[in-house]
């Protein structure tokens, strides 16, 4: 009878044990299912009339920075600065700059490829969105080299939900109903023949500060939205009047390139402008890119003069554009990146 009680004790024993293992495998596996990446939590992103909202349809911005002219300052598109910008910056999105003119992508076209490839396959590996800009204040006469660019990178990227295409960065004295829109529809048919979900985001006439014209005239696509660019110490209300027409009119709207200097990207910061268009973006939910990381003798250029390429920046390697900046995108991503399952 004691054997049978000892048997049946040991028996109990290792049932328990097996239970305990079983509810430790279900709560890894829970934990596993947790999203760990800023594109696990926000998913596919879809335009919902005036917002740009997650896989669950809960509007959403995203807040990042703006890498430099690739033919110019190259030295930042490796995954090593990203990834700074991810972990210390806590950037949600990285605007990848396609130099198309001059000494760009129409004469180089496999160097500068190569660049943007290195790039956006860092924000995919890191779990960032990406915007694929090609940046052109022409691109309407370079049609079929941009329709040639976009196909590739649907094929190559489309597949993910990381990326964005911006198509036109900003179009300058030049018409949005004869030039930029017809444009635009090539490229989007291009890029929708192999990738039929992501995001779009085109500019409009003046240096993507025509909303108003452009959203009157709207093109037809149900994943797009409108490039807003801005510099705060020469753009100011006058601008925002016009981005609130566009979004009255239910179009969304994307700060793809905005800095806090003059529109030369130079000068002295403008705190207040600053201030007042961060209070917009904030109550419109509106995503931004900040121009640039790079170490350009400028003021919107974030960082000090030979900033290490592979990040690890300091507050001595940062300018003080660069310094606001990273506290305001900590401030809006902190608490984001609080809810991801990683060491923060």
């Known amino acids: ?29 829970i934990e596993d299912n947790q999203p760990s990446t800023i594109v696990e939590l926000y998913g596919q992103l879809q335009v919902e009339g005036n917002k740009i909202t997650d896989q669950n349809g809960e509007a959403i911005s995203l807040h990042g920075m703006s890498l430099f002219w690739s033919q110019w300052i190259d030295k930042y598109y490796n995954k090593n600065a990203i990834q700074w910008l991810k972990d210390d910056w806590k950037c949600t999105i990285i605007r990848v700059p396609l130099g198309v003119e001059p000494d760009g992508y129409l004469e180089n076209p496999i160097q500068e490829l190569n660049k943007v490839k290195t790039a956006v396959e860092a924000c995919i590996d890191l779990g960032l969105y990406v915007i694929i800009d090609w940046h052109d204040h022409n691109a309407h006469e370079h049609t079929e080299d941009a329709k040639i660019f976009f196909k590739q990178m649907a094929i190559l990227y489309g597949e993910y939900p990381n990326v964005i295409y911006e198509i036109y960065n900003e179009p300058e004295n030049c018409s949005w109903s004869q030039d930029v829109k017809p444009y635009a529809e090539e490229i989007i048919s291009a890029i929708r023949e192999h990738d039929s ?114 990040g690890g920046w300091t507050d001595n390697d940062l300018k003080p554009s660069g310094k606001l900046i990273r506290q305001l995108i900590i401030d809006r991503n902190q608490k984001i990146y609080n809810q991801l399952n990683i060491d923060n």
């Not at 985001?201 to 939205?225: F, R, Y």
């Not at 020469?234 to 390139?257: D, P, T």
């Open 1 to 29: 009878m004691q054997d049978y009680s000892n048997k049946l004790l040991y028996l109990l024993i290792i049932i328990l044990l097996f239970a305990n293992c079983d509810d430790v495998t279900k709560s890894k596996k």
């Open 197 to 310: 979900d992501n995001l779009i985001t085109v500019g409009s006439p003046h240096w993507a500060q025509d909303v108003d014209i452009a959203t009157a005239d709207p093109i037809e696509d149900p994943n797009l939205a409108y490039s807003l660019h801005f510099y705060a110490a020469a753009h100011k209300q006058e601008l925002r009047n016009k981005a609130a027409i566009a979004l009255s009119r239910g179009f969304a709207l994307f700060v793809n390139e905005f800095g806090i200097c003059d529109y030369t990207g130079d000068g002295d910061i403008d705190q207040q402008s600053t201030n007042e268009w961060m209070n917009f973006m904030d109550n419109m939910k509106i995503s931004w890119c900040k121009w640039s990381v790079a170490d350009k003798d400028e003021g919107d250029a974030v960082l000090e003069e030979n900033a290490d390429p592979d």
